[in-house]
């Protein structure tokens, strides 16, 4: 299993230099971290390492060739539990990112339901916010299959952070052969379910890994928030049981995973030493 990097390691930095840095610490892939439709004025200025789904693919995959790193995901994070509007990151976004992800052979394309920030999407039933996801996730599903790619469900929000909700999701979608499952272990835990249950009931639908643990001071949020974004912490060095999910998954073939780990250059490959003593 390939073990790489979101492109968040310096501050205010563009995707050139993310690259330069993950490279210099000794990795091999990363993802495509933060997309945006159209121009992004800190992008363009380099403050941001954002791509653009509008650009040209193959302009970004000689980018990452450039600096010796493979790409493993095209990230399309959505909130797909609040209301459609040009300006929410959401279907039309996802079917550009299949399109990207098509042309320069990446095989997975990310998104997730995401915690609603709208007082509309807090208020729906859970009958109603796994048929949103669904409908909002049937055109780019089909699209997808049609391209030779994957959508993947990420753990980060009500939904998708249960076992439950991805089962509904997945029956809603009539188990399309495209759609499957990005695991991330610190954001299923935090949501309040059991990462070694996700990875038992789903392991044949995972396809990528999101790797983070937490510590004891995520404890009392725990089945209150969905979704961490990062962990200061290696993995190994929390209290979600990695081993555990490292047992079920480590002869699934799964070829790509991602640290979701914000800290210096030991704290990284202590989590890959872990990691690779588990058996990923």
């Known amino acids: 299993m390939n073990i790489g990097l979101f492109l ?3 501050p205010f930095q563009g995707v050139g230099e993310q690259l330069e840095a993950a490279k210099g610490m000794g990795f091999t892939c990363a993802d495509i971290t933060d997309t945006n439709s159209g121009g992004s004025m800190l992008g363009t200025a380099g403050f941001s390492p954002t791509v653009s789904l509008d650009d040209n693919p193959f302009d970004v995959k000689r980018l990452f060739e450039k600096h010796g790193l493979c790409i493993s995901t095209v990230c399309a994070h959505a909130n797909l539990l609040d209301p459609s509007k040009p300006s929410r990151y959401g279907t039309a976004e996802v079917m550009k990112a299949i399109r990207m992800a098509a042309a320069i052979g990446v095989k997975d394309v990310i998104t997730t339901d995401n915690e ?3 007082e509309w999407g807090k208020n729906l039933s859970f009958e109603q916010k796994t048929f949103i996801i669904a409908e909002k996730l049937y055109e780019p599903l089909k699209m997808a ?3 030779g790619v994957r959508i993947l469900l990420e753990n980060h929000g009500p939904i998708t952070d249960t076992v439950e909700g991805l089962s509904k999701v997945f029956e809603l979608l009539d188990d399309a052969p495209a759609l499957g499952i990005n695991f991330d272990t610190g954001n299923t835990w935090l949501g309040g379910t059991d990462p070694v249950e996700v ?9 990528h890994i999101h790797w983070k643990d937490l510590g004891e001071d995520w404890i009392p949020k725990r089945g209150k928030q969905y979704g961490a974004g990062f962990s200061t912490i290696a993995m190994g060095d929390g209290v979600i049981d990695i081993k555990g999910v490292c047992e079920i998954l480590k002869d699934q073939g799964i070829e790509n995973s991602t640290l979701e780990i914000v800290g210096d250059e030991q704290l990284l490959k202590k989590s890959v030493d872990f990691l690779r003593s588990c058996g990923m």
């Open 199 to 207: 990875a038992k009931k789903f392991k044949d639908k995972i396809h």
């Open 145 to 147: 299959e049609d391209y």
């Open 116 to 118: 609603p920030a709208t």
């Open 8 to 10: 968040l390691i310096k």
